[in-house]
């Protein structure tokens, strides 16, 4: 991979370009770290308003898989991202033909299969000892009843869509045979995975960047809080977690990337989970094959953030180890933070919220506030973590957040 340097011109004249497959968030967030380096950004992303496509210097409104909005998006840039896991694998392979891009379609085909992805798991379990939870592979009907009838130890469980799944979605909660059934049904029989419900103590998420040749960093691992299946709070501060089992999660993270000969930035979550075990019950959950939003935090208490390790990344610029500077907490601020308790629209309070010390706000430009949709999220940092978390309290009141209670 020849570097590509931001600023550069090629031989016709044409400015260093990168691209994205996507217009949300994560794809407006690697925008701006891609310009604030000097690059031009192209989006495809069929939506007219869309968070990346907002802020981009081109944005190609076409289909994800439609051929002449993929050979203009392979004609703009020098190399090509995506952000999120449901980019169709063919459209990643096609631009792949004249143009890098990271990470490959592969890997990222494997991400948006949730059996193809334990089975990766499985296999890397070899080499860092962490391995997913006791699951089973629902297809076909045959195995739905073998299921039933041998695999009472996944019960009660949570059945998943193999495909398509993202914040809880595609996901419904089982306690018996007769209920595993009916939500198999509910699910349209998809192909899916029944997963055993494990008694979790604690979340937790680890980003790696892997390099075209190879070279792998890390940032620690941070604790992430969910409500209702969607992210709420991110913790990321020495002492989130216990020192061994953050070293066990980051090597796992490590592994995964490498043994997937993964180029581009890689995150991993993982289940903590009571059971004495060896691994302080360190269960591997799912990995999404781009920046994460438990990773945004990077933006604001890094000197080095998940977008510019995407960018260092499929750009082939050397990667740089990031260091944290600044205990964070980072606050998902989701639709409903726009609405009262009587379900009427309200401007959140921000002149008391950024009067706050070390409060980041960041909204992405969604024109329409809905209940669950990621809106934005508060990230707050300081010098020390018990005023980070004094801070993040009072935010958090401020806005009616859930998730910060326990701490
Ligand atoms: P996203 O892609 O937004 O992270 P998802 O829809 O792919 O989410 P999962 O990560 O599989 O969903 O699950 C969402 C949340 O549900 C988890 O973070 C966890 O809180 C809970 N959960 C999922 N699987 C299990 C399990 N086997 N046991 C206990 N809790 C679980
Ligand atoms: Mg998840």
Same mark, same amino acid.
């Given at each position: 991979?020849?570097?590509?340097?931001?600023?550069?011109?090629?031989?016709?004249? /044409?400015?260093?370009?990168?691209?994205?497959?996507?217009?949300? /968030?994560? @794809?407006?967030?690697?925008? %701006? =770290?891609?310009?604030?380096?000097?690059?031009?950004?192209?989006?495809?992303?069929?939506?007219? /308003?869309?968070? =990346?496509?907002?802020?981009?210097?081109?944005?190609?409104?076409?289909?994800?898989?439609?051929?002449?909005?993929?050979?203009?998006?392979?004609?703009?840039?020098?190399?090509?991202?995506?952000?999120?896991?449901?980019?169709? &694998?063919? &459209?990643?392979?096609?631009?792949?033909?004249?143009?890098?891009?990271?990470?490959?379609?592969?890997?990222? @085909?494997?991400?948006?299969?949730?059996?193809?992805?334990?089975? #990766?798991?499985?296999?890397?379990?070899?080499?860092?000892? !962490?391995?997913? +939870?006791?699951?089973?592979?629902?297809?076909?009907?045959?195995?739905?009843?073998?299921? /039933?009838?041998?695999?009472?130890?996944?019960?009660?469980?949570?059945?998943?869509?193999?495909?398509?799944?993202?914040?809880?979605?595609?996901? !419904?909660?089982?306690?018996?045979?007769?209920?595993?059934?009916?939500?198999?049904?509910?699910?349209?029989?998809?192909?899916?995975?029944?997963?055993?419900?494990?008694?979790?103590?604690?979340?937790?998420?680890?980003?790696?960047?892997?390099?075209?040749?190879?070279?792998?960093?890390?940032?620690?691992?941070?604790?992430?809080?969910?409500?209702?299946?969607?992210?709420?709070?991110?913790?990321?501060?020495?002492?989130?977690?216990?020192?061994?089992?953050?070293?066990?999660?980051?090597?796992?993270?490590?592994?995964?990337?490498?043994?997937?000969?993964?180029?581009?930035?890689?995150?991993?979550?993982?289940?903590?989970?009571?059971?004495?075990? =060896? %691994?302080?019950?360190?269960?591997?959950?799912?990995? =999404?094959?781009?920046?994460?939003?438990?990773?945004?935090?990077?933006?604001?208490?890094?000197?080095?953030?998940?977008?510019?390790?995407?960018? %260092?990344?499929? +750009? *082939?610029?050397?990667?740089?180890?990031?260091?944290? #500077?600044?205990?964070?907490?980072?606050?998902?601020?989701?639709?409903?933070?726009?609405?009262?308790?009587? @379900?009427?629209?309200?401007?959140?309070?921000?002149?008391?919220?950024?009067?706050?010390?070390?409060? %980041?706000?960041?909204?992405?430009?969604?024109?329409?506030?809905?209940? @669950?949709?990621?809106?934005? #999220?508060?990230?707050?940092?300081?010098?020390?973590?018990?005023?980070?978390?004094?801070?993040?309290?009072?935010?958090?009141?401020?806005? *009616?957040?859930?998730?910060?209670?326990?701490?």
């Amino acid at each position: 991979m020849t570097p590509i340097f931001p600023g550069s011109e090629d031989a016709a004249g /044409q400015r260093a370009t990168l691209g994205v497959m996507g217009g949300g /968030q994560l @794809g407006r967030m690697f925008v %701006h =770290a891609a310009q604030r380096l000097g690059y031009f950004t192209a989006v495809l992303e069929p939506d007219v /308003q869309s968070p =990346a496509g907002q802020v981009s210097h081109y944005h190609i409104q076409t289909d994800y898989n439609d051929p002449a909005g993929l050979a203009q998006l392979a004609h703009l840039c020098q190399a090509i991202t995506t952000e999120f896991e449901n980019v169709p &694998a063919q &459209a990643l392979q096609t631009l792949a033909l004249t143009r890098p891009v990271a990470p490959g379609a592969a890997v990222v @085909g494997i991400a948006q299969n949730r059996i193809e992805e334990k089975a #990766h798991f499985a296999a890397c379990a070899n080499l860092s000892g !962490v391995t997913c +939870a006791p699951y089973a592979v629902i297809e076909t009907r045959a195995q739905l009843q073998a299921v /039933q009838a041998d695999r009472a130890d996944l019960l009660p469980g949570i059945l998943k869509t193999a495909r398509m799944g993202y914040d809880g979605k595609g996901q !419904v909660r089982v306690k018996t045979a007769v209920q595993l059934a009916a939500a198999w049904a509910e699910l349209g029989g998809a192909a899916c995975v029944l997963e055993k419900l494990l008694p979790l103590t604690a979340e937790c998420s680890v980003l790696v960047a892997r390099g075209w040749d190879g070279r792998v960093v890390s940032f620690a691992p941070q604790r992430n809080v969910h409500v209702d299946g969607i992210l709420a709070v991110t913790h990321a501060y020495e002492g989130n977690m216990p020192p061994a089992l953050a070293t066990s999660a980051r090597d796992a993270a490590v592994s995964i990337a490498q043994h997937l000969g993964y180029v581009g930035v890689l995150c991993v979550e993982f289940f903590v989970v009571d059971d004495g075990s =060896a %691994h302080g019950g360190l269960v591997v959950n799912e990995m =999404a094959p781009r920046p994460h939003n438990s990773g945004h935090y990077t933006l604001d208490a890094c000197d080095v953030s998940q977008f510019d390790l995407q960018v %260092h990344a499929m +750009a *082939g610029l050397p990667l740089p180890q990031p260091r944290q #500077h600044s205990p964070a907490i980072m606050l998902n601020l989701l639709g409903e933070v726009w609405f009262n308790a009587n @379900g009427q629209p309200q401007e959140p309070d921000w002149s008391t919220v950024l009067g706050l010390p070390g409060t %980041h706000l960041h909204l992405y430009g969604k024109l329409q506030a809905r209940a @669950g949709r990621k809106m934005g #999220h508060l990230t707050i940092t300081g010098p020390d973590v018990a005023s980070v978390k004094t801070v993040a309290r009072r935010a958090a009141g401020l806005l *009616g957040l859930p998730g910060l209670n326990e701490t």
